[in-house]
């Protein structure tokens, strides 16, 4: 019997994203392999609208599915999911994840549709191929809405092996799996992921190992990825908080931490938080020089409930003088927002970050020298979207995605670009002449762009003559 596999035993590398009829992308894969060796670093360019953001969003849609089985009703991120599948176009929005394991490749694959203004999953399926010589891909689970196995046993599975069938079909289990079906299908949400199927998955009665195995990767998978999207990097513009994605011995994930004065926390997380700043700070004043950053106890109080509270502030240190961060430049909050990420990507092999416009209020050379960095030694997988080219002067082309203006072939790669050739440059003439795969951007009229701002002015002069 093979061993039961704990999170941190298991050994893999993100292999591919496929994403089908979600938002502005028809059709779009990535890959993140290059000759069965896995990328540590991918960049994701295009113009405005072309398909890198809806990348970051169906992988939040796909973290949060596996985390909590559904999306969570909080109402930003609520919404932002819903508005990701197009409606009334007759085409059914797919996000599939490919994942290289030490034991086999696995796939999970997600149709969506939106009911009641919810987002709806209407189907999952698992892939399974061993990793030994003339293995062949197999379907190991296949949940759709609605469906039903046999006449004989009402459960939303399809697709399942004949031994399998003869298991499931026994009546205590399929009470079990009623139950959990039955939470399930009325809510729209995952099957695979929900609590009570984890715990019959891995208990490997029903479903055996291979499935057991799928699923601790996907979990692991989902633990170890960190994503940090625009929407995230705009709380920075408010001075309200400062979003921190950490990764420290302890724990990992994103918090905020408040920036508009003094505020009360718990000591636990007072102590959590020293951490991260400790982290934080071996890196931060090799990038910008002097500064380093802590979180200041200025009192404690007690509450009603006889809790100890710690009175704390978000300081920032350089040159010996001390002041509060908020004060500090947009591009610094973002540095130090995502440094304690990074340095996990860099030293950690299962770690993956994705970051929307890494480039946004970051210095163009700075930039450049950390993408350079991550790049050479990383061990983890960053992933990043951008509209700075400097990157594209230190990346290998391998590890470049470009956006296309074509929605049914949206991410697409340069194929056999000579070393010496500049990338940046590459990028650059075919925007003007073309000459990839795909076009990457709709030329614009610079005639066309006076003439819509002489007509802007029209309609303004014109709204004051009416008044």
Known sequence: ??????????????????????????????????????????????????????????????????????????EDLYHSLVDLVPLGEGNTPTISVAIAGEEADVTYQVTFSTKQSRLWIDEERIYYKRNVPRAKTRLLFHYKQGAKLSSAIDLPLLDLTKSVESTVAKPKNQIKLGIVSGIAQPKGSSLFFNDQMVTIVQDEKIFGPELHYVQEIFNTFALNLSIYSSKISGQIYSDISLPLSFSVEGGFGMTEIPMDGKHEIEPSTYKFSQKIFE????????????????????????????????????????????????YESDGIKKIISILSTLINVYNTPRAIAIIDELDAGIFEYLLGEIVDVIAENAKGLLIFTSHNLRPLEVLDYKKIVFTSTNPANRYITIKNIKPTNNLRDTYIRAIQLGGMDEPVFEKVNPTK???????????????????
Do not use: C
Request: proline residues 4%; charged residues 25%.
């Open 1 to 74: 019997m093979r061993t039961k596999v704990s999170y941190f035993d298991l050994h893999y590398h993100l292999q591919e994203v496929t994403i089908e009829n979600v938002k502005n992308v028809k059709y779009g894969k990535i890959n993140f392999m290059n000759k069965d060796q896995p990328l540590n670093t991918v960049g994701i360019y295009g113009a405005n609208g072309s398909g890198k953001t809806t990348f970051v969003d169906a992988m939040t849609l796909v973290k949060t599915i596996i985390e909590a089985s559904v999306v969570p009703k909080s």
């Open 279 to 326: 982290q934080i700070n071996q890196m931060l004043p090799i990038l910008i020089p002097q500064l380093t950053i802590s979180l200041v106890k200025k009192d404690t109080v007690i509450t009603k409930d006889q809790q100890e509270l710690n009175v704390v502030e978000l300081m920032a240190e350089r040159d010996g003088k001390e002041y509060p961060l908020r």
């Open 449 to 467: 762009i006076k003439r819509a701002f002489r007509s802007a002015r029209k309609v303004e002069e014109e709204s004051h003559d009416g008044e």
